[in-house]
């Protein structure tokens, strides 16, 4: 079966630190791939996406995700945090053409200290 | 102010009651989803909708039922049969369904067992 997965569930940062989430999905065909954040008290959102192209792509907020297909990774980056940017993260993905189901990851919470 | 509107915000349920979360969107997307949000767990798709009067069911569609009479409402009705149903539940909408589309979010109803 699909699955995503997130391996890190919890992560403190301090400001200005960097940030790499890790992400890994098993399907072996093209995919569109996506990050979705969800501040506190705020909708679900895209923070980015990847369905072709330059596999280094950029999103809101200064964050960036790198699709490494022979690795079946999107690892999202972010240079240095900011106490915002405290929220919990997900990485979905939707196989090429499909319905549009997305497959979740199991999220990564975020904490960003002052 | 488009959108989809999730409601009620917060609902309690009681052993053997069937309950109905509402979920509208104004952004004229043919495609609408229900996901089940659980600590841990990220989302887990519970059933989906393309078109009007139509749906499929998702990962974890047992235990809950949908109708799509309009294309603006995507009702979910979870059902006494459903027997952990405490969880966050997020209705989301498309464009029409396909492997490239964005999803958009609501606000979610958490459901609580009384």
């Known amino acids: 079966a699909q699955s995503v997965s997130q391996h890190n569930h919890h992560v403190i940062l301090s400001e200005a630190a960097s940030l790499e989430l890790g992400c890994n999905y098993s399907?072996?065909?093209?995919?569109?791939l996506f990050w979705y954040v969800q501040y506190p008290g705020q909708h679900l959102q895209l923070l980015l996406k990847?369905?072709?192209?330059?596999?280094l792509v950029k999103g809101i907020k200064g964050f960036e995700a790198e699709f490494i297909k022979s690795k079946f990774s999107f690892n999202l980056r972010k240079p240095s945090v900011q106490w915002s940017d405290t929220a919990e993260y997900f990485c979905?993905?939707?196989?090429?053409?499909?319905?549009?189901?997305?497959?979740f990851g199991q999220g990564t919470t975020l904490q960003v200290k002052p | 102010d488009g959108g989809i509107t999730q409601s009620p915000k917060y609902l309690f349920r009681k052993e053997g009651q069937n309950v109905t979360l509402s979920c509208e969107q104004n952004?004229?997307?043919?495609?609408m989803y229900w996901y089940r949000q659980d600590p841990g767990q990220g989302l887990r798709l519970i059933y989906y909708?393309?078109?009007?009067?139509?749906?499929q069911k998702g990962d974890i569609a047992e235990g809950y039922s949908v109708s799509r009479e309009k294309k603006e409402s995507f009702p979910l009705t979870v059902t006494s049969a459903q027997k952990n149903p405490t969880a966050f539940y997020l209705c989301?909408?498309?464009?029409?369904?396909?492997?490239?589309?964005?999803?958009?979010f609501g606000a979610g109803t958490r459901l609580s067992v009384l």
């Open positions: 989301a909408s498309s464009i029409d369904g396909g492997g490239g589309d964005i999803q958009y």
């Open positions: 990847y369905f072709s192209g330059d596999p």
């Open positions: 399907y072996g065909g093209t995919v569109n």
């Open positions: 952004l004229n997307h043919d495609a």
């Open positions: 979905a993905v939707t196989p090429s053409g499909n319905t549009g189901k997305l497959i």
């Open positions: 909708s393309q078109i009007v009067n139509d749906f």
